[in-house]
């Protein structure tokens, strides 16, 4: 019998990419696959567990689809990923909207899941987190000229702040070959630009020991006819000589680098359980814009880690102030259960730590605006994704701008420009942290 299965996605792009799974593997089973879950038989909500925004979310969510669930619009709700995985019998207790889960090492059991919630039954599946299934068929979501190749599941890191190696299990790397079938394949159907994703993109090969690496696969990669590469969470402890030359070697591999340094005081780096040193990240991000002039370096802080006054905070501003990192996303420190950070002494007041949240995210903002300003005049290459009516122009990218965190070009142009299109746009201005422009001739 065919179901009529609505896909909700929560989280990051990892997740997006198990929920592309899971859609393919239901309509490879016969069911009609759509995103509104109004008037669906069953919804299916990956959630993200990560934090305390990301549950609040997850949980917010679980209740509005429990309202349509009452209202008769609705059948059957299936909850999976980050949040099932940390808190099954939380949800079983607290949230009876919710009629299955699925933990993340279950993902493949969806079709399963969703024949036994049709059936009547009360469906749980929690599958080892060690040893899932990572290849197989997606069901692609994001717009045609942009996908994500997720090379990698799980971590094996340990860093004290992260609880992500219990919900998602240790390190494992995809092999190259299910790698570069998935790529032709994204390739052959009119992708662009490759977003390599993992929790830790950098240690990619490390556990097959093998000769396999990072390296190895952008050279594989580039020979497929993408025009952009990008990498998303290279560790600076990992990024070796032989991917720095890679990187600088390939045209087609992105000079945008997101690499989550946390902090830079060797106190608070230790105590995260992070595996270098201020120095260290000093001549990391001296090599690579040694090797590339243009690179665009992106990074995670959290402000307010157990033990971080004063002068740690000061320590890590003067940084960031001498360092001029164009991106950066900023967290204030979250004591989740079961983490080690959790039970360290010396806690940060929350609004203290809010508020250097607030002083780092203004004090990046102005590097933002240095960096903007710099583009002025210059013609950069920007990938198009559509004209945006309510600006009355068109919007795209460039190598520096990664999709929904970074920023945008707003440009016009004479004639009609395709979205997935790449063009050359002259920064003419700026506007509230974008860039303008129009189109050189």
Known sequence: MSYKIAFISLGCAKNLVNTEQMMALCRKAGHQVCGDPDGADVAVLNTCGFIESAKSEAIDNII?????????????LLVTGC?????????????????????????????????ELMAGEKTSHFGDIHHTYEDGERMVTTPPYTAYLKIAE?????????????LRGRYRSRSMEALLEEARELADSGVKELILIA??????????????????????????????????????????????ETIARQPKVLHYLDIPIQHCNDGILKAMRRRSTKQEIIDLFAKLRAAMPDVVLRTSLICGLPGEGEEEFEELCQ????????????????????????????QVDPDVAQRRVELVVDLQSRVMDEYNEARLGTVMEVLCEGFDSQ??????????????????????AAGVIPAGEFVNVRITGLSDGDLTGEIEA
């Open 64 to 76: 509005e689809l429990g309202q349509l669930k009452s209202d008769g619009k609705l059948k059957k």
């Open 83 to 115: 949040l099932t995985q940390r808190y099954p019998n939380d949800i079983r207790d607290e949230l009876p909207e919710v009629d299955g889960m699925l933990g993340t090492g279950s993902y493949t059991d969806v079709v399963e899941a969703v024949e």
């Open 154 to 166: 799980g971590c094996s890191n340990g860093c004290a702040f992260c609880i992500i190696p219990k």
């Open 199 to 244: 929790q830790d993109i950098t240690r990619y090969g490390w556990d097959k020991k093998d000769g396999t690496s990072l390296a190895k696969l952008l050279d594989e990669l580039c020979k497929l006819p993408f025009h952009w590469i990008r990498l998303h969470y290279l560790y600076p402890e990992a990024v070796t000589d032989e991917l720095i």
């Open 319 to 346: 940084f960031l102030r001498e360092q001029k990192i164009q991106r950066a996303g900023v967290f204030q420190f979250s004591p989740e259960e079961g983490t080690l950070a959790a039970a360290m002494d010396d």
């Open 391 to 412: 600006e009355g122009c068109y919007v795209g990218r460039t190598y520096a701008d990664s999709v929904e965190i970074d920023g945008r070009v707003l440009f016009t």
